[in-house]
């Protein structure tokens, strides 16, 4: 029986994965100032042990404003970079590639933990945890949803001060170590909010047409690119739909795709939804993201990654066999099973045995009796 290409390596300008079983970024909320905790380096080490061929540290805010919340990580200060070198130092010395995430969260900023209510802080979070808002801003002055604050639309002079802020976070992240970079342009976030006809409500040059609102998504990827280094691979991470049919598009996606694949990019992780509640109306069933990874590989000819509801064995071999895309990102279903890679593995090849395992487990696993 041939292999499935699931385990088969992949190499991306200078960085080879060893497989194409990915954790992606998923937010832990127990960061302090920005700064990583023991919990971050613990929860990710166990990722990387697991058996991922790469492990992606949540969405790190490229400003302090910028954050979801009090929890988030970040990368605005040259501060936060010794912290995040020492989990990138781990990652790889179990054998992934270390990845990050930046973000700015746009007009979900300044939000509640999810078990605090997932709202905008207000009153009770200062009294409670002492964690008072902070104004937000966005592509235009809606807010994200009923339960959120209204945001200070950007002025034209205040957009070149923004895509700084991103150049200077994706150096911070390479001198931390990282060789994959993902900026998240997905969920509603900022560079979200700037591409979707249902956010983004300028009548500039960042507006309008789909060039428009492409336009600031371009900007940051050419000063990323400027300073993240050429041998390292550039994600970025899109909502290839709203949902809703006067949305963002698939077909927007892979036009996007395009122009990013011009200006550097190298792979398209394709999520959706995000914009207000409109989530809810993109049907949450195994795999269903797949689709949107493939049509965007296929149409745009760039490497694609798919994300959402993948749990199984058979599932993920078929996704990257089937030529759907070129990665498999399993994130909530890790945290279930932190050892799922390792076992994809087995599965596949049984006669590797323990082999992939670390040392300090796989020694005692393959001397039970019973494996």
Request: proline share 6%.
């Amino acid at each position: 029986m041939e292999t499935s290409k699931l385990l088969a390596p992949l190499t991306l300008r200078d960085i080879t994965l060893r497989h194409r079983i990915v954790v992606p970024p998923m937010h832990q909320y127990s960061g302090v100032d920005g700064y990583p905790t023991d919990w971050h380096l613990v929860h990710l080490g166990r990722l990387a042990m697991g058996g991922a061929s790469m492990v992606v540290v949540e969405a790190t805010a490229i400003a302090a404003d910028g954050r979801v919340g009090y929890g988030d990580l970040g990368l605005w200060k040259d501060e936060h970079i010794a912290p995040l070198r020492r989990i990138s130092a781990f990652l790889r010395s179990q054998g992934s590639v270390p990845g990050i995430q930046i973000v700015h969260a746009g007009r979900k900023a300044a939000t509640q933990r999810p078990w605090h209510g997932l709202k905008s802080l207000g009153t009770e979070d200062i009294l409670r945890r002492e964690e008072p808002p902070w104004p937000i801003i966005s592509v235009s002055g809606e807010p994200a949803d009923d339960f959120s604050a209204t945001p200070h639309a950007l002025d034209l002079c205040e957009i070149p001060e923004l895509i700084a802020l991103w150049r200077d976070a994706a150096s911070r992240a390479a001198q931390a170590d990282f060789d994959v970079l993902e900026l998240h342009g997905a969920h509603g976030y900022l560079l979200h909010s700037f591409l979707s006809p249902l956010s983004n409500h300028r009548h500039d040059a960042y507006g309008g047409s789909l060039q428009g609102r492409m336009r600031l998504v371009l900007e940051v990827v050419e000063a990323v690119r400027e300073v993240w280094p050429a041998g390292r691979p550039l994600f970025f991470r899109v909502s290839a739909v709203d949902g809703p049919e006067d949305g963002w598009c698939i077909e927007d996606t892979v036009v996007l795709a395009r122009e990013l694949k011009c200006r550097g990019v190298d792979v398209i992780d394709c999520s959706s939804g995000g914009i207000g509640s409109v989530s809810s109306r993109i049907a949450r069933t195994p795999g269903f993201q797949v689709r949107f990874a493939a049509h965007v590989r296929e149409e745009a000819g760039i490497a694609t990654m798919a994300v959402g509801l993948i749990t199984s064995t058979a599932q993920a071999a078929a996704i990257v066999d089937d030529g759907k895309a070129d990665l498999v990102a399993i994130g909530r279903q890790c945290l279930l099973e932190p050892n799922l890679p390792l076992r994809f593995i087995r599965e596949l090849e049984p006669e590797r045995g323990f082999s992939d395992w670390p040392p300090q487990a796989g020694w005692w696993l393959a001397r039970r009796r019973i494996n």
